[in-house]
C-alpha cells in the first residue's frame, strides 16, 4: 500500500511501499480511519514500536522495515529515494499482554485487565483490550478468578511456557510444510527443495522456532522456553542463526498453518516484489 506522509519540503508527499495482507484494501476503502499507525510497547525489548491497528476488523498487525544502500522505488511517474520496504504482518495480541501481565505480577495479586494494561509511555495500549476473543485466550497464559461478575487475572509462568512450546512445535511444522531451510550452515533463510530441506536436523528446526518466538518475549521468558524445550547450549562454534526477516514476511504462512490467517501478503503499490536473491539476503 503507498501512503502519503508529509516531506515536509514542499515538493510532494512522500509514499511509502507496504507488503500486507490483502483484504486490507478493503476494509481501508470502508472506513476512511480504517487502519492507523500507533506506538507501541515491543514485548521483548520493551522499547517502543510501529505496529498497524485495523479499526474495522479490530486487528493488529507489526511493521518491519528492510532497508538496502542506493535503492529507489518507481511508483506511478514519481521516483522515491531509500527503497525503504515495510511489512505488516498479523501478530498475535499476546506477546504484547504478556509484557504487562509479566510486569503486574511484581504485585503478586489478581487484578482485572484494565488495571494490568496500563502504559504512560504507550497510551494507545488500550486498544489492545478492544480486540476480539480477547478474554478467551488470556486462560493460555493466565490464572483467572471471577467475583461479582468481574473478571481478575494473574500471570501464569507454568501456562505461559507451555503455550509458548505449542507456539514452537507449530511454528516448527509450518517451517517444515513449506520447506524453509533452517540449517546453522546456511547465511541466511531461503526456500529449497524437500530433498535440501530433509538434511535438517529437528533441533535445528526446534531452535529455529524457538528464536522466531523468542522476537516477541523478553529475554528472561526466552531462556526459560529453552529450558522447557530441553534445548542444548548451542556450540560455540557454530556460525550466527540465519537471518529471520524472511520469515517474518512469511509470517502469514505460520499463522495459516495455526488457523489464523487465509490471506496472503500483496503489494498493493506499483512496484516488484523483491526478487528471490534479495529475500535471501534480508537480515
Known sequence: MAAGADCGDGVGARQHVFLVPEYLKDSSKKMKS?????????????????????????????????KEKHHSWFINQSVQS?????????????????????????????????????DNMFPNCILLLKLPGLEKLLHHVTEEKEIDNKKYYKY??????????????????????????????????????GDQVSTDKEEDYIRYAHGLISDYI?????DDLSKYLKLPEPSASLPNPPSKLLCSWCVYLLD???????HKPHLTANCSVPSAQTRSQMS
Open 256 to 262: 495459516q498453518e495455526n488457523g489464523q490467517a487465509n
Open 218 to 222: 523478553p529475554k528472561e521468558l526466552s
Open 156 to 193: 501464569s509462568k507454568e501456562k505461559t511456557l507451555k503455550w509458548l512450546g505449542k507456539k514452537v512445535n507449530q511454528t516448527t511444522a509450518a517451517l517444515k510444510t513449506n520447506n524453509v531451510n533452517v540449517s546453522c550452515r546456511v547465511q541466511s533463510t531461503a526456500f529449497f527443495s
Open 82 to 118: 531509500g527503497g525503504l520496504l515495510h511489512f505488516a504482518t498479523p501478530v498475535d495480541p499476546l506477546f504484547l499482554l504478556l509484557h504487562y501481565l509479566i510486569k503486574a505480577d511484581k504485585e503478586g495479586k489478581f487484578q482485572p485487565l484494565d488495571q494490568v494494561v496500563v
Open 34 to 66: 480504517g487502519l492507523m499507525f500507533v506506538k507501541l510497547v515491543n514485548p521483548c525489548s520493551g522499547e517502543g514500536a510501529i505496529y498497524l491497528f485495523n479499526m474495522c476488523l479490530q486487528q493488529l498487525f507489526e511493521v518491519k522495515v528492510f
